[in-house]
């Protein structure tokens, strides 16, 4: 399936979990669109100052991937700074945020993977890699 950036749907969401300000939702597919294997798969834009609220994932897992610009993350009680390339992964009984810090736009991927794995399965549930070159 393609689909050019025009068809993307794009959605300007308020508060999302809490956080600040109106992110930006480019939906690359919908859910119907990928056979319900991904319950999101969108480029998320964040101007600066604004939010993604701190929220869990208690039947699904989360992969951010930054795209553009920097973030200040937090999962559970641990927080990092992450620039382009950068990615997390929010697995199931844990929780997230994402806050654009910087003077500038930053742009993330971001996709919502229905739960197949018990998160004890992972070690420590946590996964933060780089992919900088």
Known sequence: MFKSYEMMQTDIKHN????????????LFSAEELGN????LAVITLEPGE???????TSNGEAY????????MTEDDETRILGVGDAEFCADGHTHSIKNHTDKPM??????FPNKYNAAALPSGRVAISFRT
């Open 107 to 112: 742009r993330f991927l971001a996709v919502i």
């Open 65 to 72: 991937f930054i795209l553009e610009g920097g973030a200040t």
């Open 16 to 27: 999302v979990q809490g956080g600040e300000g109106s992110p930006k939702f480019r939906h």
């Open 37 to 40: 294997r991904g319950e999101l």
């Open 51 to 57: 939010s993604v609220g701190v929220h869990p994932h």
